[in-house]
């Protein structure tokens, strides 16, 4: 497991337990504003590359993201897994937006409340299967 912080938030990067295919969690904590999503989003950038798929946990964070995160194309280095992100239900207004956003730009994110949770390991799990299924022989 990685770890890194910002201030009191921080992010960790494990794989996701009784995972078949590979899919990785990203994990937030503490108290998660814009400034630190933008940096520990950057943090965990190259590890999640080689990941089949990820579980994005933003409900155990303290959410003090007032607006949808605005992140260049040029911020998402290499190849980006697709991802299904657990919010809470107060927070999915602004992550939904921002699946939307990151769909547009070519990536593949779906969004969960947190009572989903179950739901949105099994999309990880299906991805992660689909996009091994499709490698070259």
């Known amino acids: 497991m990685k770890t890194f912080n910002c201030g009191a938030a921080r992010v960790t990067y494990k794989k996701a337990m009784n995972s078949q295919g590979g899919v990785m969690e990203v994990a937030y904590y503490g ?3 814009n400034d630190a999503f933008a940096y520990l989003r950057r943090a965990v950038s190259e590890l999640v590359s080689d990941a089949p798929a990820l579980v994005i946990r933003m409900d155990s964070a303290l959410c ?4 949808t995160p605005c992140l260049p194309p040029s911020s998402y280095l290499g190849k980006c897994p697709p991802a299904a ?3 809470r239900r107060e927070t999915y207004a602004i992550w939904s937006e921002f699946g939307r956003r990151i769909a547009a730009q070519g990536f593949k994110r779906a969004v969960f409340c947190d009572s989903q949770a179950a739901l949105a390991y099994l999309w990880a799990e299906d991805h992660a299967c689909l996009g ?3 490698l070259p022989l």
């Open 64 to 67: 003090l993201i007032d607006k």
């Open 31 to 33: 108290p998660v504003s």
């Open 132 to 134: 091994r299924e499709l």
């Open 85 to 87: 992100m657990i919010v």
